[in-house]
């Protein structure tokens, strides 16, 4: 069975396969243009019911008066503006609490504690403002540079307007490669329309007086006035904006560092409550609660998000270098973790252009595709501009020069009923007349009489067909004036050049990748053949659909329709809502998906797509719904992405693992040192102090603020770290993270305990101090002395964390990280040595360079470098410990798991689908 196009490229398939008129239409078949568009379950538009009335123009006061009514011709878009941007930074759970910590330390008139929390409070809003508007300022200046612009007559006059500013009535002019702006009827005459932003189809449609053109679709031949219809909202445009609604969803990324700081502030919280109920029996209100808030605050990663935005805001920048606007920063981590990528055909996958193919059926000696094209060429203008896409694809293939020796006497336009053109040719050296033609094969076969010819074009046709590709014809007259069927010139959309190796690249980094397409079958299964994608291609007749009523997804979806989506290689013939769901459905197996395309009929799979990729030259309402942006051709950016995304992944966990441990390490050791030592029993006799020894151990808020602006102030540059990206799909696990962060915390806190004991205990004649025959110290110096050595502790504790299971001199930091490790090292160092003696909190600090032992900060800073070799240690020995036992499913990553052959249950899945599809 075979179905024509309206022009002449013809598409066979087997016999009992299903129409071709889904791709195939135009002419007066523009109601099957319109049954193609509408969804499932959705009337049409009231045009096939409403008469069609021709607008001759608009005045201005008219057109005012519609905009007001109908509105802006643009999706409604959601825009926060800047300022509740910044606001909603400061009204999160992390900074409220910061609030409630500065509002206590006002109240108890600690006004210093105060302003330095207010001070880090804002300096996180506006990191992560900066960074947050940043992506946004930059899809925005992409979007405004390629704002589409519609001329319309106003005024008796044809002025270029802002297409956003079109109303129904207007009288627009669709000319050869310009948009259409909004939908509207062709008022006269014909223009071939591309559509494959929304039906997936490559070939050019015709539309006659009358016919509908869709927003966002593309004139490619011809030129005419058309009547705008619908605008904005009401348009297919329209349609698919109720896909994109609904509420802004919480990032994984998001929703791990919630759950991360949930963990740490109720165990900060339980610790801290039990800490000042404590104090609170020893010394007086106020201080019990300045120090228990105080601890609170220093034991919480403040900045994680500022730390983790902005290595996120540096990979956005990675990308933009390679063709890519990030939309929206939790992306790249969500591309980390991809494990599926969904694509669109046409246009992505494909160049969205036919192509000529080297096979080309002869069926009169001696003629080759060189000839057949030389033939079809005569039968077009071939001395004017093409008139359709055929005859580019034909001019633009043929030896146009070679026809000097010809000349057109003749010439019969396409016609909707004859469908067929044709040349009547003279040679200008022998004076030979004879006539050429070109059209859709069972068209030009029925001027053939020899009955074989007949037999071999069928057979040819159904073999091509079988393959999704289209066929010329091209025939000629002989010297009996009896027409020759010469051969047929094939041609298809061919994937871009790097599409292959994209796919084979992509399936390296063990992502799977899957063909959606509106296409037909048949081609579809074509382009998967020369892709390599796989057979199991499916048509959109198994799949769900939303409910008509409630655009609600199927119950169960994953249940129901979980194998099929899981282990099909892709679908044709679908829907936007299938896209949609088979994203959703994917989604919901628990498999971070990508989702790739172009067009309006893309568009919901976008926004739903854990990571929505709109390539270049995509729609409007593709790149709003997309969370990243192509402006570069093809996707081998999307592979590039892949890696950029992974060693950011990398790179923010290394740092949340570290954060984690660094936390752990401050409460814990800040825990234990309240209870088990009393600074004031191992206060000497011989007191160098002015003051005596506390009762309990803490530090000055301003030395906890200190070690927490410049460590984690300066591991800003994690985002610059050298890491060895994952060859798999990344998956967070937070109780492997908990359990390494407790191991370098652990082994850290251990050190910070018993240097603390050491120092208080440098007065006795037993102690370690007096063995060595050093001078005991101040309990400012004690206290200078452990604020440099949890500083150091929280800095090598980083370059512990950054190289997972290997020693930490496995791989190279970066530069930069080492730099700025140095520059906070140093600060800290520098800081610790000249101190001036003073009373912050009423804890006594001094500078340790200002009594003796001078050497104090190099015994310090040598016996971090101890025990961070035996932190290390114990780390690569859990580490590898649990590798090996695959404790706490460390080894689990976010790679698809299929099922295998031999799977009784799987296969007999697979089996009655394939039955039923």
Not at 864 to 876: G, N, P, S
């Amino acid at each position: 069975m075979s179905s024509t196009d309206p022009k002449y490229g013809t598409f066979a398939g087997k016999e009992g396969s299903e129409s071709h008129e889904s791709l195939m239409h135009g002419g007066d078949e523009s109601a099957k243009v319109k049954d193609v568009l509408v969804l499932e379950g959705e009337e049409e538009n009231s045009s096939n019911t409403t008469p069609f009335i021709k607008s001759s123009g608009l005045t201005s006061a008219q057109a005012a008066e519609k905009l007001a009514k109908h509105g802006r011709n643009e999706l409604p878009e959601k825009v926060t503006p800047k300022w509740q941007i910044f606001v909603s930074l400061l009204i999160q759970p992390m900074p409220i609490m910061i609030w409630l910590s500065a509002l206590t330390e006002l109240l108890i008139n600690n006004y210093l504690d105060m302003s330095i929390l207010l001070m880090i409070q804002f300096a996180n809003a506006s990191i992560g403002f900066y960074e947050t508007i940043k992506a946004d300022d930059a899809v925005a200046a992409l979007k405004a540079s390629l704002k589409p612009k519609a001329t319309v007559k106003r005024d008796g006059v044809w002025r270029t307007i802002d297409a956003t500013i079109v109303v129904p009535g207007d009288l627009v002019l669709l000319a050869s490669g310009s948009s259409i702006p909004a939908d509207c009827r062709v008022n006269s005459g014909t223009i071939d329309v591309d559509q494959s932003q929304l039906t997936g189809e490559s070939l050019p449609v015709t539309m006659y007086e009358g016919s509908s053109c869709f927003m966002g679709t593309m004139v490619v031949r011809g030129e005419t006035e058309a009547t705008v219809e619908f605008t904005g909202i009401d348009t297919y445009f329209g349609k698919t904006a109720a896909l994109l609604q609904g509420d802004e969803i919480v990032s994984n990324l998001q929703q791990t560092l919630i759950n991360i700081m949930f963990v740490l502030v109720v165990l900060s919280g339980i610790l801290c409550t039990i800490v000042f109920i404590y104090l609170v029996r020893q010394v007086d209100v106020d201080e019990a609660l300045s120090f228990t808030v105080v601890l609170l605050v220093a034991s919480i990663p403040l900045a994680i998000e500022i730390v983790t935005t902005t290595t996120l805001a540096l990979g956005s920048k990675e990308l933009s270098h390679e063709g890519a606007i990030v939309t929206r920063l939790s992306a790249i981590e969500d591309m980390a973790g991809m494990a599926i990528l969904c694509s669109d055909k046409t246009g992505t996958l494909t160049l969205n252009q036919m192509v000529i193919q080297e096979h080309t059926p002869t069926y009169v000696a001696g003629e080759t595709q060189y000839s057949i094209l030389r033939y079809a060429a005569m039968a077009a203008k071939w001395h004017e501009p093409p008139r359709d896409a055929l005859d580019t694809l034909v001019l633009t293939s043929a030896d146009l020069k070679s026809l000097d020796v010809v000349e057109q006497l003749d010439y019969m336009p396409f016609d909707p009923i004859v469908k067929r053109t044709e040349g009547t040719i003279r040679d200008r050296a022998t004076g030979e007349v004879f006539k050429v033609t070109k059209g859709a094969p069972h068209i030009i076969v029925k001027l053939v009489r020899d009955h074989d010819i007949h037999v071999t074009v069928d057979r040819d046709i159904k073999s091509l067909g079988e393959k999704g590709i289209r066929c010329l014809a091209v025939a000629k007259t002989n010297a009996a004036g009896e027409w020759e069927m010469l051969g047929m010139l094939t041609f298809l959309d061919p994937p871009r050049p790097d599409t292959k190796q994209t796919i084979m690249d992509a399936r390296n980094f063990h992502v799977l990748v899957k063909m959606i397409t509106g296409d037909h079958l048949l081609i579809a299964k074509e382009t998967s053949r020369v892709l390599d994608l796989g057979e199991k291609i499916f048509t959109a007749e198994g799949l769900p659909v939303l409910d008509p009523e409630t655009k609600k997804k199927p119950a169960n979806l994953a249940r129901d329709y979980g194998t099929l989506c899981l282990n099909a290689d892709g679908f044709a013939q679908v829907y936007p809502e299938h896209k949609y769901l088979i994203v959703e459905c994917l989604r919901e197996l628990g498999y971070k998906v990508g989702m790739t395309g172009d067009g309006v009929n893309d568009a919901p799979a976008l926004k739903r797509a854990d990571v929505g990729v709109a390539v270049s030259g995509a729609t409007d309402a593709a790149r709003s719904a997309a969370s990243i942006v192509l402006t570069q051709p093809g996707l081998s950016t999307i592979v590039k992405g892949i890696v950029v995304s992974r060693i950011i992944f990398v790179r923010i966990k290394n740092f949340i693992t570290y954060r984690i441990s660094a936390t752990l390490q401050l409460l814990i050791f800040f825990f234990i040192s309240v209870f088990a030592f009393k600074p004031s029993d191992y206060q000497p006799s011989s007191n160098p102090d002015d003051t005596d020894w506390p009762s309990y151990f803490h530090m000055p808020v301003l030395m906890l603020m200190l070690i927490t602006l410049l460590n984690d102030g300066t591991l800003i540059a994690i985002g610059y770290d050298n890491v060895t990206p994952s060859k798999y799909p990344e998956k967070w696990n937070l109780s492997v993270l908990f359990c390494i962060g407790a191991v370098l915390g652990g082994v850290a806190c251990i050190s910070s305990l018993l240097l603390l004991y050491i120092l208080l205990d440098s007065w006795s004649p037993s102690g370690v101090f007096q063995t060595l025959g050093l001078d005991g110290l101040s309990y400012g110096q004690i206290t200078t002395a452990i604020y440099l050595k949890v500083s150091i502790s929280d800095f090598l504790t980083l370059f512990s964390a950054r190289t997972g299971d290997d020693w930490f001199w496995s791989n190279a930091p970066a530069p930069i990280l080492l730099g700025a490790g140095c520059i906070a090292l140093t600060m800290s160092t520098v800081l610790a040595c000249v101190w001036p003696a003073s009373y912050p909190d009423d804890v006594y600090t001094i500078g340790l360079l200002y009594r003796a032992p001078y050497a104090l900060p190099v015994y310090i800073w040598l016996y971090c470098i101890v025990w961070w070799f035996i932190q290390d240690a114990c780390k690569v020995a859990v580490l590898r410990a649990m590798k090996a036992s695959n404790f706490l499913g460390i080894n689990e990553t976010g790679m698809v798991q299929q099922y295998a052959p031999g799977d009784k249950v799987g296969d007999e899945k697979m089996r009655l689908l394939e039955a039923v599809l």
